[in-house]
């Protein structure tokens, strides 16, 4: 039996102070992690007051990404290490926007999801196809090639213990949702991929999430698929009531 995961990424938006007041107006109203598990995924610079505010509640806390580095001459890049010893819990690697923008590679995200487990983290793992892509009818074909680069080397184990997080890179920020049916479809088949990679008890321990204009809306129906386990939420988990109604989708 998997357990829902419900999460925000925040991306570039929110202050130290916007975190605490989010976090105050919602801990006490979530469900019980056993029933949904919640998380927040914030800018490295908010997490100290992230954690701070979520002490003691049910809310778990990410980041939005790391490095494949514990320490050394890297400016500007942040540790995974220090991200445990925080108390961080999850950590987004190959969202689509850092693939994009900042040209992360299949290489990079693997090495950064072996240096999250190494640092008894776990990673949330984007992938997803473009528009081109889905019109040209390669989606499924081009999210396998993610998944296999992405997990390489990865244990049994490790691989049970993450999360994957299917995006369309079309369907992000757009308003654009897939319907519940192409997530599904989607899901379904990155979860042959990991039956294919690894074996049926590992392919049915991952949780598997959409992402892509999920909002209180339409949530119940996403969630409602079979091999949909959660999912990950820009711009309707930046509101402390829609972050809410999202995580009560059971209600
Ligand atoms: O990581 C979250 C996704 O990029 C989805 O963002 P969105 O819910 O604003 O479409």
Same mark, same amino acid.
């Given at each position: 039996?998997?357990?829902? *995961?419900?999460a925000?990424?925040?991306? @570039?938006n929110? /202050?130290?102070?916007? $975190? +605490?007041?989010?976090v105050n107006?919602? %801990?006490?109203?979530l469900?019980? /992690? +056993? ?10 610079? =908010?997490?100290?007051a992230l !954690? ?5 509640s049910? @809310?778990?806390?990410?980041?939005? /990404?790391?490095y ?9 890049e942040?540790?995974?290490k ?11 690697? &190959?969202?689509?926007?850092?693939r994009g923008?900042?040209?992360?590679t299949?290489?990079? *995200? /693997?090495?950064?999801?072996?240096? !999250?487990?190494?640092?008894?983290? %776990?990673?949330i793992?984007?992938?997803?196809? #473009? @528009? ?20 390489? &080397? ?9 999360? *994957? ?8 920020? +757009?308003?654009?949702?897939? $319907?519940? =049916?192409?997530?599904e479809?989607m ?13 049926? +008890?590992?392919?049915?321990?991952v949780?598997?999430?959409?992402? &892509? ?7 119940k129906?996403?969630? #409602?698929?079979?091999?949909?386990? &959660?999912?990950?939420i820009?711009?309707?988990?930046l ?8 995580a009560?989708? %059971?209600?």
């Amino acid at each position: 039996m998997r357990t829902p *995961i419900i999460a925000g990424n925040w991306k @570039l938006n929110k /202050n130290p102070q916007e $975190t +605490t007041e989010f976090v105050n107006a919602v %801990k006490n109203e979530l469900p019980k /992690n +056993t029933d949904v598990e919640t998380l927040i995924c914030a800018p490295a610079v =908010d997490l100290p007051a992230l !954690i701070e505010a979520a002490k003691g509640s049910e @809310l778990h806390v990410g980041a939005e /990404n790391c490095y494949f580095e514990d320490e050394g001459a890297y400016t500007g890049e942040t540790s995974p290490k220090v991200l445990n010893e925080m108390g961080i819990d999850y950590v987004i690697i &190959g969202h689509s926007e850092r693939r994009g923008y900042f040209h992360e590679t299949d290489k990079d *995200i /693997n090495k950064k999801a072996k240096a !999250i487990f190494a640092n008894n983290m %776990k990673p949330i793992l984007c992938c997803g196809e #473009s @528009l081109e892509t889905r019109e040209a009818g390669k989606a499924e074909e081009f999210v396998e090639g993610q998944i296999k680069a992405d997990l390489e &080397g990865l244990s049994a184990d490790q691989v049970s213990n993450m999360v *994957i997080a299917y995006e369309p890179i079309w369907a992000i920020g +757009t308003g654009k949702t897939a $319907t519940a =049916d192409q997530a599904e479809e989607m899901c379904a088949a990155i979860r042959k991929t990991v039956a294919d990679l690894y074996d049926e +008890t590992v392919a049915d321990k991952v949780r598997i999430q959409y992402g &892509g204009s999920v909002k209180p809306a339409n949530v119940k129906e996403i969630m #409602s698929k079979e091999n949909i386990d &959660g999912g990950l939420i820009g711009g309707a988990a930046l509101q402390p009531d829609s972050f809410l109604q999202l995580a009560h989708y %059971k209600d």
